[in-house]
């Protein structure tokens, strides 16, 4: 059995959501910048700022999705 270090996760599609029902996480180093906002937030965000937060939880993003689809999930392995 092959040991793999880590999994690659390719996906292409989209979800369209309630801006109120998704998170988002800063990852800045900004101390003044809220840790975990709401979608209602993050569009009132100028770009530079945007580019500071991620989506929290993908997952959690799909369960609250108004409408998802996906083009392609490819999962595969890789031994670095």
Known sequence: MNK???LIIEFSGYLNVSPNSVRFQYV??????????NGNKYVKLTEKEKSEYILESVAKTIEVAEDVDFDEIKVMTCDD
């Open 4 to 6: 793999y270090d880590n």
């Open 28 to 37: 800045g180093t900004d101390k003044r910048f809220q840790p975990v906002i």
